[in-house]
C-alpha cells in the first residue's frame, strides 16, 4: 500500500524505514536493529508485520496493485559449491528483486540520488535517459545491458569546481566552442550519507559519465544476497510466504 502522504516518511514514532540517506531515517535504522520479540504473534500476524515493513523499505512509493504484478514465486538462486558443501541460500531475501530492474530504484542504487523519492523525481523531470533515449517513467523496467544516465547537474553530490566564474566561464565557453565538453564537476559528500555509498554488485557504475549499466536480476549466494536491505532473509521470508498464499 502506498504511504499516506499526511504520515511523516521519517516518523521516530513509527520507526519505518526507507530508501533514504535523510538522518531520521539512519536513527531509525539503528533502533530497528534491535530483535524483535513475536513469541506473542500468531504465524499470520507474523506474516502480516513483516510485509508491512519490508515493503515500507522496498518501494512504499508503489501500490500493491502495482508490486503483485512484479511478484514473483520463483526467486533466482547461484547454488555455487563452497569447500565441497552446498549450502541453501538465503532466498527469501530477494523477494522484492523485480523492482530493482525500475528506473527509480536504479538512480537510487547508483547513489545518483538521496533518497528514492528523489530518485523518482530526477526521472519524472527528465534528467534520466535509458540508452540515450529519455524516460520520464519511474515504473519503466530495464532490461539486462540498459545503460542508464543522468545528468550531472541534477545530481547532489557533484558540485562545479572551485575555479572563479570568469574561469569557469573562459573555459565552458572555449571547451564549448571545440569539444562540446562540460565544465567539470567535484564530488562532494553528503552529511549521513556514508552508510548507503555502495554499489550492488548487479550494477556497474561509471561515475565519471554519471551512468549505469545493469547486468542483470540479483541473485543469491550461498552465504550473501545481493539485495541491500535492513532486514534479515527470516523477514523476507514471512513477507514471501504472504504474498504466495494471498497471490490472486
Given amino acids: 500500500m502506498v504511504r499516506n502522504a499526511t504520515i511523516p516518511a521519517f516518523s521516530l514514532r513509527r520507526q519505518m524505514l526507507r530508501m533514504s540517506w535523510n538522518k531520521y531515517n539512519l536513527y531509525n535504522m539503528t533502533q530497528r536493529s534491535r530483535v524483535v520479540n513475536n513469541s506473542n504473534k500468531t504465524l499470520y500476524q507474523q506474516k502480516w508485520a513483516s510485509k508491512k515493513d519490508t515493503r515500507a523499505y522496498h518501494g512504499d512509493q508503489i501500490t500493491e496493485r502495482q508490486w503483485q ?130 554499489v550492488p554488485d548487479y550494477l556497474e557504475v561509471n561515475y565519471n559519465t554519471c551512468s ?15 539485495i541491500p536491505s535492513p532486514f534479515p532473509p527470516q523477514m523476507h521470508a514471512l513477507a514471501y510466504e504472504f504474498y504466495a498464499r494471498n497471490r490472486k
Avoid at 113 to 141: D, E, W
Avoid at 217 to 225: F, L, Q
Fill in 69 to 198: 504484478s512484479m511478484f514473483k514465486t520463483r526467486l533466482p538462486t547461484a547454488n555455487t559449491k563452497v569447500g565441497g558443501v552446498e549450502p541453501h541460500p538465503p532466498v527469501f531475501a530477494l523477494t522484492y528483486a523485480e523492482m530493482e530492474r525500475r528506473l527509480d530504484f536504479i538512480v537510487f542504487r547508483s547513489n545518483f540520488a538521496p533518497s528514492i523519492y528523489a530518485a523518482r523525481q530526477l526521472v519524472g523531470h527528465g534528467k534520466v535517459t535509458v540508452n540515450g533515449k529519455p524516460m520520464p517513467f519511474p515504473s519503466h523496467r530495464v532490461t539486462d545491458g540498459d545503460i542508464v544516465t543522468v545528468e550531472p547537474t541534477s545530481i547532489l553530490t557533484l558540485k562545479k569546481t572551485s575555479k572563479s566564474a570568469e574561469e569557469s566561464a573562459e573555459a565552458s565557453s572555449e571547451e564549448g566552442a571545440t569539444s562540446g565538453h562540460a565544465a567539470p564537476m567535484e564530488f562532494v559528500p553528503q552529511p549521513f550519507s556514508q552508510p548507503f555509498l555502495f
Fill in 212 to 226: 549505469t549499466v545493469f547486468l542483470r536480476s540479483p541473485i543469491s549466494r550461498p552465504g550473501k544476497t545481493e
